[in-house]
């Protein structure tokens, strides 16, 4: 470590004794509001200066926390790192697996929450049968039910100006849920039906899980005092999910696989995990880019020159009518890459490294803050601009300017500004590390495959449908964990002329 600057003269917010920085969050004055991380990584990233670090040390019930703001840094430490690397622990979501119901988990903990070497051999037997692309496009059938239910009810749930709910975010996440059933439990669960008992407590399960783990998660741990009230909510939701899981395993569905190799349990652990962290995200994703397409006039009119040419009719989609779509891909990247559902992905580091000059001793928890990054000039210029071209290859770009309706005036402008910005980004490239929607390397998102699948088609099928409108103001954002808009979605739908689909 010749040569790097001590770990006490790195950038950060002075802790006071005995209480350290945990009083911070506690408070909740800004910039250390919980729901507000956005907020505090803007200023860390302002106290670390061009390329630097900044940390977060002596949490109560918490390793220190390093930000280290430069993606060649981030690349670096993830490209070191040993064949069971170590996240961050969810405290209370260890304590349920490990603790609580040890009785069930017992020597197979799952995926989320834990480390070493029972996450290494529990990952050794499910990662075959979820990464590999032959599942996730072999699912697309499936998924394609659940959509077109869903877009059906979102027609159903329209008021009389054609507007969406107050509640639509939660609209979303039974759409998640059911997706998720659809290709992991080979079933449907009745989420997206108004009078089904099972379902309702489905919903209440994922309200209470969601709305307790931020209280849990992300503030002091009280629940390891006394049982709070949103630890009991949390407990219950996931032995309701649990349950859910038990019960509604078939023989279909690539729990299922798992099932006939290694038993129900693994299965039904495999399950749990994947409601766990396929639901709020994948919801998340698509309310930010159905918003980002709905204040986009230009990127939505090309979004649906692409889906009128490429949508097939008279049959249902597979794996190959998504391939024919890189606009819409590009659209979920520009979007993840303004609003991530995660704001950063961490490591715990396992021995004394050196980081962005400094020394950091082990157990340190590195958090690598990529919505910073992605949302920064230097890497992606013109970051506030919803620009999905930036993301085409340059093949694809003629080809989507070759398509793009005939337009003057601002229309026009619009079109020469994205030329601009694409020609920016072509002269910096796209540094593969300054935004990592779903992480990188063994512990990147295990259902990534599944999740785009689902986001392309829900979106394919809602803006072949619909023209999609925001008469309202900015959305603001909090942190749930997932990034979240705080404001209803309360968008217009108005059917295109000649594309009310057989849906």
């Given at each position: 470590m010749s040569g790097a600057r001590c770990y006490a003269v790195m950038p950060g917010p002075r802790p006071l004794p005995i209480i350290g920085n945990s009083w911070r969050f506690a408070i909740g004055k800004n910039p250390w509001k919980t729901r507000a991380l956005d907020v505090s990584l803007w200023f860390l990233r302002a106290l670390a200066g061009a390329g630097g670090a900044a940390k977060v040390a002596r949490l109560f019930?918490?390793?220190?926390?390093?930000?280290?703001?430069?993606?060649?840094?981030?690349?670096?430490?993830?490209?070191?790192?040993?064949?069971?690397?170590?996240?961050?622990?969810?405290?209370c979501l260890s304590h349920y697996k490990q603790d609580l119901r040890k009785d069930f988990f017992g020597d197979e903990?799952?995926?989320i929450g834990v480390h070493g070497e029972p996450w290494s051999r529990f990952r050794s037997k499910v990662s075959k049968a979820l990464i590999a692309p032959e599942a996730a496009k072999t699912a697309v059938p499936d998924l394609e039910y659940v959509t077109n239910d869903f877009v059906h009810r979102m027609e159903c749930i329209l008021d009389d100006n054609r507007e969406l709910p107050?509640?639509?975010?939660?609209?979303?996440?039974?759409?998640?849920?059911?997706?998720?059933?659809?290709w992991a439990l080979g079933t449907r669960l009745g989420c997206l039906k108004d009078n089904d008992a099972e379902a309702r407590e489905i919903i209440r399960c994922i309200h209470g899980f969601f709305h307790s783990v931020p209280a849990l998660e992300l503030s002091a741990p009280l629940w390891r005092v006394y049982s709070t009230p949103a630890y009991k909510t949390y407990i219950e939701a996931l032995d309701g999910f649990r349950s859910l899981c038990l019960q509604r395993l078939t023989d279909k569905g690539i729990c299922s696989q798992i099932a006939?190799?290694?038993?129900?349990?693994?299965?039904?652990?495999?399950?749990?995990?994947?409601?766990?962290?396929?639901?709020?995200?994948?919801?998340?994703?698509?309310a930010s880019t159905m918003y980002l397409l709905a204040k986009n006039d230009r990127a939505q009119r090309k979004l649906h020159v692409e889906l009128n040419n490429n949508l097939p009719r008279g049959r249902g989609m597979c794996s190959k009518d998504l391939d024919k779509l890189p606009y819409l891909k590009a659209c979920v990247k520009e979007s993840l890459r303004m609003k991530p559902v995660i704001l950063g992905n961490g490591r715990c580091i396992q021995s004394d490294a050196v980081i962005s000059g400094y020394e950091v001793p082990k157990g340190?928890?590195?958090?690598?803050?990529?919505?910073?990054?992605?949302?920064?000039?230097?890497?992606?210029?013109?970051?506030?601009?919803?620009?999905?071209?930036?993301?085409?290859?340059?093949?694809e770009v003629h080809e989507s300017m070759d398509r793009r309706p005939r337009e003057g005036g601002a229309g026009q402008r619009g079109h020469s500004r994205e030329a601009e910005v694409c020609r920016r980004q072509k002269e910096v490239g796209i540094h593969p590390f300054a935004s990592l929607p779903f992480?990188?390397?063994?512990?990147?998102?295990?259902?990534?495959?599944?999740?785009?699948?689902?986001?392309?088609?829900?979106?394919?099928?809602?803006?072949?449908?619909?023209?999609?409108?925001?008469?309202?103001?900015?959305l603001t954002y909090s942190v749930t964990p997932t990034y979240v808009p705080n404001e209803p979605l309360q968008f217009t739908l108005h059917k295109r002329n000649g594309n009310d689909t057989n849906l």
């Open positions: 019930g918490h390793p220190d926390l390093v930000f280290p703001f430069c993606a060649e840094e981030t690349a670096r430490i993830y490209r070191r790192e040993d064949s069971m690397p170590h996240r961050a622990k969810a405290p903990p799952g995926l107050k509640d639509f975010l939660t609209e979303l996440y039974k759409w998640a849920l059911e997706s998720v059933g659809a006939k190799n290694y038993g129900e349990k693994v299965a039904t652990i495999l399950a749990l995990d994947l409601l766990l962290v396929g639901v709020d995200t994948t919801a998340a994703a698509a340190s928890h590195i958090v690598f803050p990529h919505y910073v990054l992605s949302n920064e000039e230097r890497y992606f210029p013109s970051p506030m601009e919803y620009v999905p071209e930036r993301w085409l290859r340059d093949s992480g990188f390397g063994r512990r990147m998102c295990i259902g990534k495959r599944f999740a785009e699948a689902e986001l392309q088609l829900l979106l394919a099928k809602v803006f072949h449908k619909y023209e999609v409108s925001w008469r309202y103001g900015e």
